[in-house]
């Protein structure tokens, strides 16, 4: 079955400073770049499943303003239906303020129009059997779960980034749940660090699972593991590749799961997304970092 990838979520301007070292509270660093590129973890995810040959309507809210003009003509350029992209002048474009220091960053988020998006915005777009749902937690939830609750037919994804505690009536709705160890940690209480043993991230990923809902943790340079039904977990290592900047790979990996799921090629979708994820990894930027298809197809191969 095939369909569409319809991501309702955060549109960003990311204010991006390259630094040789990431700022400890206090501390001014002098940055050696500064570079102004398109982000918010819903763009992020749409253009990637865009570029990963799915068709993509994109839902949100950008401000009418300089920076909202330009995120709508990404959108342009990558085909991504943006009809559902609303601009408002009730509030500007959200803005991501980031460091990037030898591939790791530190993001502050201002969600301006984001968070105006509204059920009005959510209800417009039409949502088919084969289509793949995806959502994040940069707009509000509240509007998430009434857009999950249409998508019962279809396949929801909620990528519950940036972390935070999630009411138990939206996992109710999410048929597959997308995490980092951080995110794990927040959502499930428990322990965790960036390096916790599998078996530890395994048993905090299954306090969490409802039944029937998959759950995937993607562990940076680790790869990823899942659990899904009664199968043990599967979990899958990461392509060793040079970090540039992670900004965005855990987008890259949801974009590309859901083109994965939305053209038909479930099987294949874990190691699709963990392939994706790590040339995303290899470049600048978030949403101008997503690959393309036959880049995907050939880090697979190897
Ligand atoms: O996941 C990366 C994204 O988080 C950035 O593009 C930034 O805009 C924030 O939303």
């Known amino acids: 079955m095939s369909g569409r990838v319809i991501v309702a979520g955060s549109l960003n301007m990311d204010l991006v400073a390259e630094a040789p070292s990431l700022p400890r509270a206090g501390e001014t660093v002098m940055g050696t770049a500064f570079h102004t590129l398109p982000g918010g973890k819903g763009l992020n995810q749409a253009v990637a ?7 993509v309507a994109m839902i949100g809210c950008v ?21 559902g992209v609303r601009q408002t002048d009730d509030a500007p474009t959200g803005i991501a303020q980031i460091v990037v220091s030898a591939g790791e960053n530190c993001i502050v988020v201002v969600p301006g129009a984001n968070m105006t998006l509204t059920d009005a915005d959510v209800s417009s777009t039409r949502i088919d059997g084969g289509d793949v749902v995806v959502a994040q937690l940069e707009t509000p ?40 160890e951080t995110e794990l ?73 859901a083109a994965a799921l939305a053209t038909g090629r479930p099987g294949s979708a874990l190691a699709f997304a963990n392939a994706a994820a790590a040339l995303a990894v290899t470049r600048r930027g978030a949403a101008p970092s997503m690959p393309r298809l036959a880049e995907v197809e050939a880090l697979m191969l190897i």
């Not at 009418?64 to 003509?73: C, E, I, S, T, V």
């Not at 395994?202 to 969490?208: C, G, I, K, P, S």
């Open 141 to 180: 939830i509240a509007v998430t779960e009434r857009l999950f609750a249409r998508a019962r037919d279809a396949t929801t994804i909620l990528n519950a980034a940036p972390a935070a505690v999630v009411p138990d009536s939206l996992l109710a709705l999410t048929d597959l749940l997308v995490v980092n």
């Open 185 to 257: 940690a927040t959502l499930s209480g428990a322990t965790l660090r960036d390096d916790s043993a599998l078996a530890d991230i395994v048993a905090a990923a299954r306090a969490l699972r409802r039944p029937a809902m998959t759950v995937i943790v993607t562990l940076g340079r680790r790869g990823a593991v899942m659990l899904a039904g009664d199968a043990p977990p599967h979990a899958i290592d990461g392509h060793a590749v040079e970090a540039i900047d992670s900004t965005g790979a855990g987008d890259c990996f949801v974009g590309a799961y």
């Open 49 to 55: 499943a865009a570029r990963l040959g799915a068709e």
């Open 63 to 83: 401000g009418r303003d300089a920076f909202g003009a330009r995120l709508l003509d990404v959108m342009r350029a990558d085909r991504v239906d943006a009809s």
